[in-house]
Nanobody
Framework: QVQLVESGGRLVQAGGSLRLSCAAS????????MGWFRQAQGKEREFVAT????????DYTDSVKGRFTISRDNFKHTVYLQMDSLKPEDTAVYYC???????????????????WGQGTQVTVSS
């Protein structure tokens, strides 16, 4: 059984910063990529950021480029999302996801990920 546990979400004022963490535990698994998605109330889950585990290549959705940074710690099997210059529209439940192998779906698609965390709430007040 693989578990992804997110932490770091909380209420923050606009312009502030947060750092989300996602630690993988349980049965060891190879990792192709890890990503962050978010779901605002009443909206569909959307891609936020992804990192390829081997090369550390990263990419982001346009709305967070220049403000969010995804990184990983191989030893701890943990992925982070540093969020700066937060805006009220960043308010959502943030989910961590892990891909054990390269799927036919792109890493921008939720279908490319095999394991998901339970989510952590990020609320940005104006």
């Amino acid at each position: 059984q693989v578990q992804l546990v997110e932490s770091g979400g909380r209420l923050v004022q606009a312009g502030g910063s947060l750092r989300l963490s996602c630690a993988a535990s349980g049965r060891p698994f190879s990792t192709y990529a890890m990503g962050w998605f978010r779901q605002a109330q009443g909206k569909e889950r959307e891609f936020v950021a992804t990192i390829l585990w081997g090369s550390a290549w990263t990419d982001y959705t346009d709305s967070v480029k220049g403000r969010f940074t995804i990184s990983r710690d191989n030893f701890k099997h943990t992925v982070y999302l540093q969020m700066d210059s937060l805006k009220p529209e960043d308010t959502a439940v943030y989910y961590c996801a892990a891909s054990a192998y390269r799927h036919s779906s792109s890493v921008y698609n939720a279908a490319a990920y095999d394991y998901w965390g339970q989510g952590t709430q990020v609320t940005v007040s104006s």
